[in-house]
């Protein structure tokens, strides 16, 4: 049937145009005539549209949602956030003389920032969202598990930084994070031969932070493309069951 209307529409083309137009630029022009009605999997641009925008505003609610409630971070092991990768030898060498707790307070605190700012990131998401093209939604359907949380990073990710970063520092004050990290810092860096280290932990905690969020949106958008239930609306159905 397509093949028919493919031919149908070169012809119809054909009859219109002047005899010197290549046939390269006739197919084309079906080509294109044929993709303003129907993509492939059969649905239109306009539903392909509709239904991408609405697939990443659930994944990106129900993200946001996920990381911004108590431990949402801390409770959730993909997604805690650890001691600072240049301070391992700090929190191994603390734990060592018994400081457990004190490590696991600037942990705790680490991951209630973090918290503390996932909700920040759904108007960042929406508006972007709203911003996308129907070419962006029709590569994304048609693309990878992925491709819509990877669209959103790539047009978010600087405004997550602008947003997450004081809302971490202010609430890592509010926390004891600070007070606790300047703790653990002063005695290992008393400590005999070791190494001084300081390592910015409000850039750390936000772009753990920006990370663990978008784990998450990306396991809500996969849910979307393989999870039947997952399709909340007659339109996610038709778009994402084909």
């Known amino acids: ?19 010197g ?6 197919k084309k022009q079906a080509e294109d005539k044929l993709k303003e009605t129907q993509i492939q999997g059969g649905f239109s641009e306009e539903e392909a549209g509709k239904a991408l925008r609405e697939a990443l505003s659930n ?10 409630k108590t431990d949402g971070y801390f409770g959730n092991p993909k997604i805690k956030i650890p001691f600072p990768p240049d301070a391992k030898k700090v929190e191994d060498k603390l734990r060592s003389l ?3 707790k004190e490590c696991d307070d600037v942990i705790l605190s680490l991951n209630r920032a973090a918290e503390d700012a996932g909700s920040s990131a759904k108007a960042i998401f929406l508006q972007a969202i709203q911003d996308m093209t129907i070419t962006d939604a029709i590569n994304i359907v048609k693309g990878g598990d992925n491709a819509g949380t990877e669209f959103l990073k790539s047009k978010t990710l ?11 520092k202010t609430s890592l ?11 653990v810092i002063t005695r290992y860096n008393k400590i005999p031969l070791v190494e001084k ?3 910015d932990l409000v850039q750390y905690a936000t772009e753990k932070a920006i990370d663990g969020l978008f784990v998450k949106v990306a396991e809500e958008e996969l849910l979307i493309r393989k999870d039947p239930i997952a399709r909340t609306s007659e339109l996610l159905k038709k778009v994402f069951g084909n």
């Open 1 to 19: 049937m397509k093949k028919f209307l493919f031919f149908s529409t070169c012809l119809l083309i054909i009859t219109s145009s002047s005899c």
């Open 21 to 26: 137009q290549s046939l390269r630029d006739l």
């Open 59 to 68: 994944g990106a609610s129900k993200g946001t949602e996920l990381v911004s």
């Open 98 to 100: 018994g400081l457990n």
């Open 158 to 168: 600087t405004a997550l930084v602008e947003a997450f970063k004081p809302i971490i």
């Open 173 to 183: 004050d509010k926390v004891g994070a600070t007070k606790n990290w300047e703790f």
């Open 197 to 199: 280290v300081n390592p």
